[in-house]
C-alpha cells in the first residue's frame, strides 16, 4: 500500500505516457476508487486512458475499491481491448472458480468475459 488515490492515476498516467519503456503498472494496494474528480477528469477516465497506451501490456488494480463489484459500472463500460491488459483478480486460482465474471453482469456479452480470462491467464502464465 503506498496510499495512491484517484487524483494521483493522473499523474501515473502523465508518467507511462512520457517512459515508454514501461510496459507494466502495478497499482494494487492502494485506495483508488475510480471516481473522484479532479476538476476535469476522474481516476476512472485516467484508468481507462493507462489502458489504452500502447506500451503498456498490464495495468495491475487488484485490492482497491475499483477492483469490486461496487465498481460494475466501470467494467461494463470497458472494451474488449482494454480488459486485455486490466488485471484486478488478485490470485490465479480465482479464474477458474469464475465468481469474478459477476463483475459484468448476467446479459454480458461473451466476448467480454473472454477478453478478461485470458488477460488474467496470461498475466499469471496460465495460457
Known amino acids: 500500500d503506498s496510499g495512491l488515490l484517484d487524483e494521483d492515476v493522473e499523474i501515473i498516467l502523465r508518467l507511462a505516457q512520457q517512459h515508454k519503456e514501461v510496459s507494466i503498472i502495478d497499482l494494487s494496494f492502494n485506495r ?4 473522484l474528480q479532479n476538476g476535469k477528469t476522474t481516476g476512472e477516465d485516467c484508468v481507462k486512458e493507462i489502458l489504452r497506451l500502447e506500451n503498456i501490456k498490464f495495468l ?4 482497491n475499491p475499483i477492483a469490486s463489484r461496487d465498481r460494475a459500472d466501470f467494467y461494463a463500460s470497458l472494451t474488449v481491448e482494454e480488459l486485455k491488459k486490466l488485471i484486478w483478480i488478485p490470485n490465479k486460482d480465482w479464474i477458474a472458480f469464475g465468481e469474478w465474471k459477476k463483475m459484468f453482469g448476467k446479459d454480458c456479452k461473451e466476448e467480454i468475459i473472454k477478453a478478461a480470462e485470458e488477460a488474467h491467464k496470461k498475466y499469471y502464465g496460465l495460457a
Open 60 to 63: 495491475i488494480v487488484f485490492a
Open 32 to 35: 483508488i476508487y475510480g471516481k
